[in-house]
């Protein structure tokens, strides 16, 4: 695995080198740096390292990034990447900046507690996610709408959770599959009403079926198994930092949910 870290460490600066203008090293940073983030925890699984915090960072960042790029109206969107402040064309819709990608950057905002970007993620148009190009089942389209009016307060909050539910459910998936759906997609949506309900009996319960779920799902057949994606759960991880944030004790430990990142253990270490 460190041979491995070592050669996508390698490609994700040099995606880095052309982010300020390339969409293709746009696309292919968002993969990498993520990617590198997941190998850490299999050598760290609870995060302790500092070279471990640093890529999740790194993943928020870029993750951030791609969506200020694509939603300024101005002609250059200014974002810091591992401490340098870079100027990031901006672009409008592209394939890579989905609902899915959205999804993902906001998951990474709240683990790495980043108040500033989760505000510039939740007045992302979703009609800009719309047209990127890309198909994707509704319900994608419903839990964006519910974390960003979560995020910024809006009465339709309940609304727009019933509405994710709905679509969520495993005989409306479309292009994603059932499995998928119900083990992956789905516990995080239920995990986010027990937060709401601040419902710690509940929220513990839903977490440890959804971390059951991520297992079983990534050990379905041998390439899910060599997968690096599945090494940490990062919807129920994300929903149990907000957890965490109103006090609502996590009891489960599990190496899909790496504990220094649930704890936050790295605040004030950097300027992210």
Not at 59 to 87: G, K, L, N, P, Y
Not at 229 to 249: K, M, W, Y
Request: net charge negative; aromatic share 8%; proline share 4%.
């Amino acid at each position: 695995m460190s041979a491995a870290i070592d050669v996508t460490e390698k490609s994700i600066n040099a995606a880095l080198t052309s982010l300020e203008t390339s969409d293709d090293a746009r696309e292919a940073a968002l993969r990498t740096s993520l990617n590198i983030a997941r190998m850490r925890c299999v050598l760290d699984p609870k995060a302790v390292m500092l070279e471990t915090w640093e890529s999740w960072l790194l993943a928020m960042q870029v993750h951030s990034a791609v969506f200020a790029a694509a939603s300024t109206d101005e002609e250059a969107a200014t974002c810091q990447i591992r401490q340098v402040e870079r100027r990031l064309v901006a672009t409008g819709p592209q394939f890579h900046v989905n609902a899915g990608t959205w999804v993902q950057a906001f998951y990474l905002a709240l683990v790495c507690r980043e108040t500033a970007r989760l505000d510039m993620l939740a007045n992302i148009p979703v009609s800009l996610l719309r047209d990127c190009g890309g198909v994707m089942d509704e319900y994608i389209y419903a839990w964006v709408e519910t974390l960003q009016s979560f995020w910024l307060r809006r009465d339709d909050l309940s609304d727009k959770l019933v509405q994710a539910v709905d679509l969520n459910a495993p005989e409306a998936a479309r292009i994603v599959d059932a499995q998928t759906m119900g083990k992956l997609s789905y516990p995080p949506i239920i995990l986010f009403y027990r937060y709401l309900r601040r419902d710690a009996e509940g929220f513990n319960t839903t977490l440890a079926d959804a971390l059951r779920w991520h297992k079983e799902c990534w050990i379905a057949d041998t390439d899910r198994k060599e997968s690096v994606e599945g090494v940490v759960a990062l919807g129920p991880l994300a929903i149990a930092c907000l957890a965490r944030a109103v006090s609502i004790p996590i009891k489960i430990e599990s190496p899909y949910l790496p504990q220094a990142l649930l704890d936050y253990a790295w605040e004030g270490e950097f300027d992210a």
